[in-house]
Every structure is written in C-alpha cells, then in structure tokens.
Nanobody, 124 residues
C-alpha cells in the first residue's frame, strides 16, 4: 500500500508562486517515476509534469513549461512542484501520483497510486 499526501496549495494572486509537496510512504519511493496532474472544474484531469526515479529526467506540459519546476528528494521520499508566475488558468486541484515504472509518463493510466489532491486557486 502506498500513501501520497500533497500539501502547499492555497490562494495566490496572479504572478505569485506556490510550492507543492508530495510525501510518499509505503513503497520504495526512489524506484519509481512520479508525476503531477491537475483537474479544473468541468475539465478532465491533465498532465502537468513528470520526473523519473533518479530526478535526471523531467517533462512538462506546454502550458506550464518555463514556469513550473519538478524535483524530488529521495532521501525524504518527497516530490515537489515549484510553481512561479501563476496564472488564473492554473486554478485546479493538483494531484501527485506514482508511476508504474522508473521512467516518467504523461498518461494517467501509467500511474497506479494517487494522492487526495490539493487546491490551487489563482486570482486575477
């Protein structure tokens, strides 16, 4: 059993920053890729960013490229999402997830454990 707990969400003005954290327990964290997804009201869940098991490979959705940075600390079993220059369209519930392999993926079905989500609201 794997537990993922996100934190760091909140309300921020456009142009501001937030740092999301996702703490993992119950499995060898360092053996698997991790990802961040988000879901806005009335929309499907979408990929935001992914990172491989060692942190040497990352990938971003075009909508966040250059503004968001994913990282991981395997000693702390934690993955982070630094979000800068936030825009109102970034408003969503953000979820972290554990991949089924050591690599990263943009496909939700290739992630088998999900956190409960943390709300990010960006005001204009």
């Amino acid at each position: 059993q794997v537990q993922l707990v996100e934190s760091g969400g909140g309300l921020v003005q456009a142009g501001g920053s937030l740092r999301l954290s996702c703490a993992a327990s119950g499995r060898t964290f360092s053996s698997y890729g991790m990802g961040w997804f988000r879901q806005a009201p009335g929309k499907e869940r979408e990929f935001v960013s992914g990172i491989n098991w060692s942190g040497t490979s990352t990938y971003y959705a075009d909508s966040v490229k250059g503004r968001f940075t994913i990282s991981r600390d395997n000693a702390r079993n934690t993955v982070y999402l630094q979000m800068d220059n936030l825009k109102p369209e970034d408003t969503a519930v953000y979820y972290c997830a554990t991949a089924t392999s050591r690599g990263l993926s943009i496909i939700p079905r290739e992630y088998n454990y999900w956190g409960q989500g943390t709300q990010v609201t960006v005001s204009s």
